[in-house]
Structures are given as C-alpha cells and as structure tokens.
C-alpha cells in the first residue's frame, strides 16, 4: 500500500460505508468502477464546432494576463533603471558586481519560486498563487522604490523574482484550464503578448522617466499599480473548472463551465461531456494512484498528512510514469531552448550592444527589439491554433538561425579592436563602413521576430502537456528550467562577448536554435485544438508526433469545412 493510500485508508472505507459507490455508479462508473458511461460524449463534446471564445473567458483572460504584464515590466525596467540608479544607492556609483546582482537575483529567486508554488497551486488552487503573487509584485515594487542602499535593492529584486516566478508559470496554466480548446494556443498566447507588452511599456517609461532627477524609484514603483488592481479584480474570478473537479467542487465547476462555454440550455450537453471528461481522468489517476476514494470525500476533508503523502505520490507519479516523464521532458526541453537561443541577452543588453557597434542613440535603437517582439507575438497569437505549436517552431526556428548566422558574420565584417579583449565592449568600431551597423540591427530585428512567432510563446503551452494530477507541479518545474536557463544566459553572455567575440556568442546561439529544431521535429507533436484530457493519452506510450499530426490534419479539414459550411448559409 502506498503512502497515500494508506494515509487515505480511513476516507475510503468510510466513503464507502456513506453509499458512495452507488452514487459513483449514478456518475457513470460501473460496479468494477470502470467509467462506462461515455453518454453524448461523440458530437455534442466537440468543442471544435465553437466558432470563438466568449466575452466571458476574454475578459478572465486578460485579468490573469495583467500578471505577464508584470513579469515583463519588471524583467524588462532593469536596464533603464541600472543606468539611472546614479549614487543613488549606498551613496556610490554601482559596481559592475552591484549590478549582476541587481539584474540576476530576480531570476535566481523566480527559479526557486516555481516549483514551491507548483506545489501550492495544487493544494490553494491556481487563484490564490496568483493572488500571492500580486502581493509580493506589490511588496517587491515599493521596496526597490524606497530603499537606499544596494542591498535594500537587492532584497526587493528577490521579492519580484518570487512573484515572477509564481506568475509565470500559473497564469499560463490558469488560462489553460479554463479555455475551450480551439482556442487555448491563442488565449495563452495572450499572457506572452502581455510579457512582450510590459517590455515594451518598460522601455518607454524606462527612457521617459531616466532624464529625471531619483527617475528610477518611480520606474520600479509603478509596477505596484497593475498588481493591486489585479489583486482586486481576482475577487470577482472564478478558480479554473479542473482543479474545482479535483478538489470535489463538482457543481461550481460546472457553473464555471457553463459560463467559459456561453451558458444557455443548448450547452448544457457540451458542458456535461466536457465534466464528464475531466471527472473521468481524475478517477483514471486516483484509481492508478490507489486515491480513489479521496473523490469522493471532498479536498477540504484530508488532513494535512494525507496531503504531504498525495504530494509525494505526484511527485514519484511525474518522474516514474512514462507519459508523464515525457511530457516533462518535452516542456523542459522547450523551456531550456526558448532561454539558451540567447534572447534575453538582446532584452537585457541590446542597448549596451548597439552602443558598442555605434549607433548614436542606443537606448532608442534597443526599443526596436523589444517592439519587434511584441509585434511578431501578435502573428502567433494568430496563428497558433490554425498552424498548430509544432509546425510553428519547425518554421520559425529557421528563421532565428538565419538571423543570429547574419549578426554573426556582419561582427567579422565590423572590424572591432580586439587586442585588448576587455574593450570590446566598449569598442569604438574602427570601421568608417555605416553599412554593417546596420545589417546587424536588420539581423537582430530578423531573429528577435522568429523568436516571438514560435519559441517566444510556444514553450508557455506547457501546462497542456501534463494531465491534472501533475499538471501544476510539471508546469512549474518546466518553468524552473525556463529561470535557470535565462540566469545563465544573463550571467554569461557580456563575459563570452569578450572571451568567444560577438561573432562566436551568436554562432553559439544559432546551434542551440539548431539542436531546439531537432528535438522539436523528434519528440514535440502537435496539441493544438487537443482536448486538455486527451493529451496523456497520446503520450502514453510514446512521443505521439505521426499520430498528433495526422489528427490535427483531420481536424483543420473539418475546421475548414464548417468554415465553408457557414460562409454558405
Ligand atoms: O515568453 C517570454 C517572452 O518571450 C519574453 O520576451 C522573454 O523575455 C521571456 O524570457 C519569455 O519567457
């Protein structure tokens, strides 16, 4: 008997003793507790004939998705604010050693702080970690805004990387679990489009506000605004349909569904087939957990013992069972490659980098990466769910790769002094020649606009990989990859311009984008328009890519008829 069984032994025999069985049986199971009853589950629980999302999920979308503003604005606002801190800080100018820990503390907290709160969003529910971390963003904010001395600033910064990293990894999941699935790519994808937004936003402000006298307390301040108005707005949201079915909230799960699916009576059979679904894998993975009876006793009624113990059995669930292995190494994989491309290192330095190949207003030039990927994000969210993640990335990868070969060989051309390898920084190109300044921007701007239509927001469909009793713990540690790839890529990327050259850290780049192609082509299939339920199927017994893409072929034919359907009516 596992842990969580026998922790669970008590709820189970008296569960049974209360009748539960027959009313199991009353929900579809029959008496060897098999789920038989598959009832309207054919057309009726085709979401794919849903024409769009509601005004409904829309708006909780956009709600959840003020916390990718967030991360954005405070990933984002570091930049303008190390060159305007001054001696504003410990009453001395900042050390380059000052400044690796201002900028990486906050991903070195956020990596942390993933999978504690995966954890969390099992048990609290995927709200209150969003809660939570709106009161850190709002905490971390007013530190870095009144504090005075370098570690004051460092503190505050950790604050923000532990709500980072909590927002990261659970909007996406949030959105995730309430969208009807035609339309989860693109609903996901909002939550990039307000990351690459929030960027933007702390560029503008960032140079609006650096000409200012103390300009950079309230460049960090302002992010505590978004956090408390979405800390208000969150009261009146609802927690996702999977994790209310989990904890046996059953009917304001269905009452949220109904909502998330337009109400009225004639989606009343759609949204049954759509419960019946996901009560069916949560009694698939208690039942393989030996934690059935915990469904029918209620979360609220397990003591924290049996809660520790069902911890414990995710945990060793995630890493023993094969799909779920899998789906943790696709995610992982994805998130690794999205941070080792090496964009980050154009969002935190670009400036510093167009400095050096000089152009005479770095700050203004480094606007363009950060709007390029705000605005090839906008094709993504188009495009993701007609194209599919799989074939996105198998398109736009190449595309990133032409563009970190172009900046790579335009650096040979640039003529830098590189006798004294610790100038190249801050070199003054010996070359007359305007023209290769400019091909390395046009390069960069051709990289960062692959970037965003695929690896940019791809990697944040994760959540969809993981069935519900790993989904919240697998996301997270997916996401903590995602952090320690982007510290490293922080860490590493000035100290490589000097020792590898520009030329060799962008051809380096250009082969992680190489080997993310591959891996993608193996191991990712395509998900897109995938029930949420039917994703640990087809990775069961393997990567599942021929039979995903043949089925997603199948659906967008029939996508494409209905469209014609209804143009000819
Ligand atoms: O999806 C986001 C987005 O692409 C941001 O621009 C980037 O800074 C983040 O690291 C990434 O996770």
């Known amino acids: 008997m596992s842990r969580a069984e026998a922790a669970a032994e008590p709820l189970i025999s008296s569960a049974r003793a209360s009748g539960d069985d027959d009313r199991r049986r009353d929900e579809g199971y029959d008496a060897e507790g098999e789920y038989s009853d598959m009832g309207d589950m054919g057309d009726v629980g085709d979401e794919n004939a849903l024409v769009s999302p509601g005004a409904f999920i829309w708006g909780l979308t956009v709600c959840a998705g003020v916390s990718g503003l967030l991360f954005g604005y405070d990933t984002g606002v570091i930049s303008s604010t190390l060159i305007s801190v001054d001696s504003d800080l410990s009453s001395r100018p900042l050390t380059t050693w000052d400044k690796s820990l201002i900028t990486s503390c906050t991903s070195l907290f956020a990596l942390l702080a993933s999978p504690l709160t995966g954890l969390l969003a099992d048990s609290w529910g995927r709200k209150k970690?969003?809660?939570?971390?709106?009161?850190?963003?709002?905490?971390?904010?007013?530190?870095?805004?009144?504090?005075?001395?370098?570690?004051?600033?460092?503190?505050?910064?950790?604050?923000?990387?532990?709500?980072?990293?909590?927002?990261?990894?659970?909007?996406?999941?949030?959105?995730?679990?309430?969208?009807?699935s035609p339309f989860r790519g693109r609903l996901v994808t909002v939550s990039t489009l307000f990351i690459t937004g929030g960027q933007v936003v702390a560029y503008i402000i960032g140079w609006l506000f650096s000409a200012h006298a103390h300009g950079w307390r309230w460049?960090?301040?302002?992010?505590?605004?978004?956090?408390?108005?979405?800390?208000?707005?969150?009261?009146?949201m609802p927690e996702t349909p999977r994790w209310l079915a989990k904890a046996n909230r059953k009917e304001e799960a269905k009452r949220v569904l109904l909502r998330v699916y337009g109400g009225g009576d004639d989606i009343k059979p759609l949204v049954n087939a759509v419960l019946r679904r996901v009560e069916k894998e949560i009694y698939e993975e208690e039942d393989a957990a030996g934690m059935r009876a915990s469904s029918g006793a209620g979360e609220e009624k397990i003591g924290w013992k049996a809660k520790v113990a069902r911890v414990h059995d995710h945990v060793g669930q995630l890493f023993a069972v094969g799909g779920n292995k899998r789906a943790l190494t696709i995610a992982c994989m994805l998130q690794a490659f999205q941070q080792l491309c090496g964009f980050n290192s154009l969002m935190y330095f670009s400036a510093t980098i167009f400095a050096m190949v000089g152009f005479r207003s770095p700050t203004l030039t480094s606007l363009s990466?950060?709007?390029?990927?705000?605005?090839?994000?906008?094709?993504?969210?188009?495009?993701?769910?007609?194209?599919?993640?799989?074939?996105?990335?198998?398109?736009s990868v190449p595309i990133m790769v032409i563009g970190l070969g172009l900046c790579s060989m335009a650096f040979i051309s640039l003529d830098l002094p590189s006798q004294d390898a610790s100038s190249v920084l801050d070199a003054v190109p010996n070359n007359e020649d305007k023209a290769w300044p400019l091909v390395i921007l046009v390069a960069m701007v051709t990289y960062v606009a692959g970037y965003a239509i695929g690896m940019g927001n791809v990697p944040w469909q994760q959540s969809e990989l993981f069935p519900l009793s790993v989904r919240s713990l697998g996301s997270g540690l997916a996401t903590t990859t995602n952090w320690l790839s982007n510290f490293l890529i922080g860490i590493t990327f000035l100290p490589m311009m000097v020792t590898i050259t520009p030329t060799g850290t962008f051809a380096l780049y250009s082969l992680f984008c190489l080997g993310g192609w591959f891996i993608v082509w193996k191991i990712y299939p395509e998900t897109a328009g995938m029930g949420l339920e039917d994703v640990g199927e087809l990775l069961k017994d393997g990567w599942g890519v021929d039979r995903s893409v043949k089925e997603f072929g199948l659906r967008r034919r029939d996508a494409r008829q209905r469209e014609r359907d209804r143009e000819g009516t």
């Open 129 to 180: 970690v969003i809660l939570g971390a709106d009161v850190l963003f709002v905490v971390g904010a007013v530190w870095q805004a009144v504090t005075g001395s370098v570690w004051g600033m460092i503190g505050g910064r950790s604050v923000v990387g532990l709500a980072v990293g909590s927002a990261s990894f659970v909007v996406p999941l949030y959105i995730s679990e309430l969208s009807p």
């Open 219 to 236: 460049m960090v301040g302002l992010g505590a605004l978004p956090a408390a108005t979405q800390f208000l707005l969150l009261q009146f």
């Open 369 to 395: 990466i950060a709007v390029t990927n705000f605005l090839f994000t906008l094709v993504a969210f188009r495009a993701i769910d007609r194209v599919g993640r799989r074939r996105i990335l198998l398109y």
